[in-house]
């Protein structure tokens, strides 16, 4: 079993951490929030005073962050920042949505230090973080994929390749991008049956059962009471925020604009998540931008 240290225990940190403990790794994890280490302790977990008491010896470091600049300063900040306090061979897996430069620019600051590096964002929700079901999206080389892989098998079920440093970034805001705009598709499609009189477990029956079939009508519908145990029939609440999704959008539209790509699609539904944000929606599900269509 591994020595790791987790930093970063939010929705999707905390679970991700429990199950590396019940794994049976000697997990120790520090976040800023009391709390949320006390929660992770009591499943399995020792901490810290500090993150750089926890990553002290540690054969692998687990990051879960809220943006580029929390990694950046993590990990590069002149005297504080992990890279001068972590060993030489541990292998660095950060799982947080970032900028694929800025994981680009940490993977380069750590190996000249000799400390491995891979970019590992996931999708699947905080349902899949705590079934231990995510899907991974991995940037490094085939070598450190293969150290990095036993450790997010713990995590996940589905774990890929994606490419060089940087590429798993590259690759999770292409998949938001496009969960996002079937997300606004799905949610107008059954918005438009709603106003013309259709049954929405009907309609969503027979789409699903043809070729609008797709994950969020399928899986993840956003009409409350079609489905039981999705947000929709929850008030919105638990799942994936709206201001999260707005902040992988913006990711997207950057990537978009370094590469001179066409997104309209996504810049639509960026667009769209903006102005459901700025609404009062933020800390709601992302599959409540159905309400946006609602002809009430």
Known sequence: MANIAFIGLG???????????????????????????????????????????CVQGAQFVISMLPAGKHVDAVYLTEKSGLINYIEPGCLVIDSSTIDAATSCKVAKALTE????????PVSGGVGGAVAGTLS????????????????????????FHAGEHGAGQ????????????LMVGTSEALQLG???????????????????????????????????????????????????????????????LASQSSTPMGTLARSLYAMHAASGNGNKDFSSIFNMFNKK
């Open 136 to 159: 991974f999206m991995v940037g490094g080389s085939a070598k450190e994929f293969e150290q990095a892989k036993p450790i997010l098998d713990a995590m996940g079920k589905n774990i």
């Open 11 to 53: 929705n999707m940190g905390g679970p991700m951490a429990i199950n590396l403990a019940k794994a049976g790794h000697n997990v120790c994890v520090f976040d800023l929030s009391a709390d949320a280490v006390a929660h992770v302790v009591e499943a399995g977990a020792t901490t810290k005073a500090n993150a750089i008491e």
């Open 170 to 181: 590259i690759a999770k805001v292409c998949n938001n991008m496009l969960l996002s705009v």
């Open 194 to 256: 709603l106003a013309n009189g259709l049954d929405p477990k009907v309609l969503s029956n027979i789409m699903s059962n043809s070729s609008g079939s797709n994950w969020t009508l399928d899986v993840y519908n956003p009409c409350p009471e079609v489905m039981e145990n999705v947000p929709s029939s929850n008030d919105y609440q638990g799942g994936f925020m709206v201001d999260l999704m707005a902040k992988d959008l913006g990711l997207a539209t950057e990537t978009a």
């Open 113 to 120: 230090k000799g400390i491995c590096f891979v970019d590992a």
